[in-house]
Each structure stands twice: as structure tokens, then as C-alpha cells.
């Protein structure tokens, strides 16, 4: 099993910029993809971007294209996620996740069989 842990979360002003990271733990298996997932009180758990390592392609959801940045280590199930330009709205626990089992469904919460605790990101105005 895959043992994933986020850091890198933190409080920071409206434009600033954080890099969150997630790590796997202790002995690991490599995953198919790995993506972040964030969800923000009182709202569902939304897909924010993924990184499939078979080809290195990259997922974002609209909300955040042109601010987000994702990239990884496939062989060290390791994934980063540059986020510049935030916004308050980007406030939320941020959660990485990965596949081993080989759903191939790399944008939806449904594809992935692993989950990090989170981190708590805050965009203040």
C-alpha cells in the first residue's frame, strides 16, 4: 500500500504563492498517476490537477489553469504543485492522491485508491 503525505500548505496573501508536496512513505509501489484534490468547508472534494506518468500528461481544472503548475516523480510516487496567483477562492484542505489498481481515471475522485491526509491552504484578502 502506498503511504502519501502532504506538506507545503500554509497561509499567504491574495497573489502570493505556495508549493505544496506529496510524498510517498516507507516502502511504495509506483502509481499509474498521481493528482490533487481540494476541498474547501461546507463544498464537495473537487479535482484541481493530476499527472499521468505513462506519457507525463497534465490535467487542470479551469479554475486554475494559467496559476497552477503540477509535476512529480513517477519513480519516487512524488508530486508538487506550484500554485501562484492565488485567490481567496483557492482556500481548502489540499489532498494528493494516487492509482496503483489502473482506473484510468486520472480527473475524478473515483480513479484513485490512494489519499493523503491534507494540507491546509488560506488566501487571505
Known amino acids: 500500500q502506498v503511504q502519501l503525505v502532504e506538506s507545503g500548505g500554509g497561509l499567504v496573501q491574495a497573489g502570493g504563492s505556495l508549493r505544496l508536496s506529496c510524498a510517498g512513505s516507507?516502502?511504495?509501489?509506483?502509481?499509474?498517476?498521481m493528482g490533487w484534490f481540494r476541498q474547501a468547508p461546507g463544498k464537495e472534494r473537487e479535482f484541481v490537477s493530476a499527472i499521468t506518468w505513462s506519457d507525463f500528461s497534465t490535467y487542470y481544472a479551469d479554475s486554475v489553469k494559467g496559476r497552477f503548475t503540477i509535476s512529480g516523480d513517477s519513480a519516487k510516487n512524488t508530486v508538487y504543485l506550484q500554485m501562484n496567483s492565488l485567490k481567496p477562492e483557492d482556500t481548502a484542505i489540499y489532498y494528493c492522491?494516487?492509482?496503483?489498481?489502473?482506473?484510468?481515471?486520472?480527473?475524478?475522485?473515483?480513479?484513485?485508491?490512494?489519499w493523503g491526509q491534507g494540507t491546509q491552504v488560506t488566501v487571505s484578502s
Open positions: 516507507g516502502r511504495t509501489v509506483r502509481s499509474h498517476y
Open positions: 492522491a494516487a492509482d496503483t489498481y489502473g482506473n484510468f481515471r486520472p480527473t475524478t475522485s473515483s480513479g484513485y485508491n490512494h
